[in-house]
């Protein structure tokens, strides 16, 4: 039976006429010389390791594993300006690193987003360990399977780790015509998903002032905030994805430095 997962948050594309931008297994490895791996750890729900990635409380390092099938690799801008956004908010004094492998179409596409959690547990390679945490991201050679002529999904975080980004759609709407660069889009959606691993808004992460979404789980309600629902869920994120991505709000980067974080 497929896992339920009860939070999860997508970024999501509507298209109209008079607009044109936007959407495990458990148990441990080891032998006599390495440390014992508990793949549990990158297991749980959403938000659940907010403080962890946020503070060097319990690590000091950060390993962010991305993996593309061939053809959808992400853009090197918007690698580095994904890394600079999590240097910024996060105390990791060991420093982050990118990993990038190749890995084959699961020929899955459509996806669900139990489907995504299942090329995880199959695929994924690195994991918390000693004083590093391990973060997943997968760029999906397909779409999600909730897709309509007017929503489309473009990434989803869903475990405590865990993040797909749905390439295919990526770089179909990338090719629109005055759609923004595939860069700008590429980090908007890295940046906002990894907002939600950070446990935004209100996911694993205490508000300190009144500004979530009552309509929209999980967003913020400042103008113009990485995390407001508009860049999720409607025609308003042409007017945050223009030349350079949107940035995150005071109220939720308050929230942040309350948990931990910069």
């Known amino acids: 039976m497929k896992k339920f997962y009860k ?5 999501c594309l509507f298209v109209s006429i008079t607009s044109c931008s936007s959407d495990g297994n458990g148990g441990g490895d080891s032998t006599d010389d390495t440390p014992v791996i508990d793949r549990t750890l990158n297991q749980q729900g959403l938000g659940d390791s907010a403080n962890d990635l946020l503070s060097d409380d319990n690590y000091t390092s950060m390993n962010i594993e991305v993996l593309f099938v061939n053809g959808f690799q992400p853009t090197q801008a918007a690698m580095e300006n994904f890394q600079a956004f999590i240097e910024e908010r996060t105390y990791k004094p060991d420093g982050i690193s990118i990993s990038y492998r190749e890995v084959a179409s699961s020929g899955m596409s459509p996806f669900a987003i139990e489907e995504i959690a299942d090329i995880e547990d199959e695929e994924r390679g690195t994991f918390n360990i000693g004083d590093e ?17 007017q929503r489309f999904v473009l990434g989803s975080a ?5 993040m797909v980004i749905y390439g295919e759609t990526i770089n179909r709407f990338a090719a629109r015509a005055n759609a923004p660069s595939k860069s700008v889009i590429e980090t908007a959606v890295l940046n906002h998903e990894f907002g939600h691993l950070f446990g935004l808004v209100n996911v ?3 508000l300190q002032s009144d500004h979530e979404d009552d309509d929209n ?3 913020c309600t ?15 994120i042409i007017n945050q994805v223009r030349g350079t991505a949107p940035e995150m709000g005071p109220l939720c980067i308050a929230d942040l430095q ?5």
């Open 7 to 11: 939070y999860f948050y997508t970024l």
């Open 133 to 149: 945490i391990s973060v997943y991201i997968y760029f999906a050679d397909g779409s999600n399977e909730n897709d309509t002529d």
């Open 158 to 162: 869903y475990r405590n780790t865990s």
């Open 204 to 206: 694993g992460t205490e």
């Open 217 to 219: 789980d999980g967003h």
């Open 222 to 236: 400042e103008e113009n905030c990485l995390m407001r629902a508009s860049l999720e869920f409607g025609s308003g």
């Open 258 to 262: 309350a948990n931990g974080g910069k």
